[in-house]
């Protein structure tokens, strides 16, 4: 199934440092979200975003939905232990409410 | 409950057989969705419901996928003759009426085929 181009696949850190993320695609989507999964647990949305150049922050998150409608980022500030987990861009566009994910990106956070 | 259940969290069964999955959504959500998550992978749609109905199977990957919602609460998705590339994670979400509005997801049903 089609998966969307997220990168980087994986981030070690110290705790304190801010972290990027950003996810591609050759579709244009009408809404961006940004999901974290945990071990044995499903996606939990983090932010949505519904405009092109919108910019959201969720707390220490910050996340934008590019201006081609193809991109978005999300960035984490001052990263915590917490913060680890693998985080999840989604697209969803058309006349569905499906949702396409990314390729997810694994973050590990140094105390 | 106050979130989406999936029953049973982990499934092992053998090549060739049959098996159900179940989700319970969030109360008063009438869409719910059904996605399938490999090993290092993100979550690929399978099919999604609007009520009773699906109002949109194309993620299903074949005809041995099939999943029902008859009263428009639980759903189960059903597997017809197993196989090992059949072992994922099986995961089911819910939403309100509101078309876009947000998707929140279960736990998962871990299948593992031997």
């Known amino acids: 199934g089609q998966q969307l181009n997220q990168s980087p696949q994986s981030m070690f850190i110290q705790e304190g440092e801010d972290v990027s993320m950003n996810c591609t695609s050759s579709?244009?989507?009408?809404?961006w979200l940004w999901y974290k999964q945990e071990p044995g647990e499903g996606p939990v949305l983090l932010i949505a975003?519904?405009?092109?150049?919108e910019l959201t922050s969720n707390g220490r998150l910050t996340a934008q939905f590019g201006i081609t409608r193809k991109d978005s980022f999300l960035n984490i500030s001052a990263s915590i232990p917490s913060d680890v987990g693998i985080y999840f861009c989604?697209?969803?566009?058309?006349?569905?409410?499906?949702?396409?994910f990314g390729t997810g990106t694994l973050l590990a956070v140094q105390p | 409950g106050a979130g989406v259940s999936q029953t049973p969290s982990n499934k092992v069964t053998e090549k060739g057989k049959y098996v159900e999955l179940r989700c319970d959504p969030i109360?008063?959500?009438?869409?719910l969705y059904w996605y399938r998550q490999s090993l290092g992978q993100g979550p690929e749609f399978l099919i999604y419901?609007?009520?009773?109905?699906?109002?949109?199977d194309s993620g299903l990957p074949n005809d041995r996928f099939f999943a029902v919602r008859p009263e428009g609460s639980v759903s189960t998705l059903k597997i017809q003759r197993t196989e090992r590339g059949d072992s994922a994670v099986y995961l089911c979400?819910?939403?309100?009426?509101?078309?876009?509005?947000?998707?929140?997801f279960g736990p998962g049903t871990r299948l593992t085929v031997l």
């Open positions: 419901f609007q009520g009773t109905g699906a109002a949109d």
């Open positions: 979400a819910s939403s309100s009426s509101l078309a876009g509005d947000t998707q929140y």
């Open positions: 989604a697209g969803r566009g058309g006349a569905t409410n499906k949702l396409i």
């Open positions: 579709s244009i989507f009408n809404t």
């Open positions: 109360s008063g959500h009438t869409a």
């Open positions: 975003l519904y405009k092109a150049g």
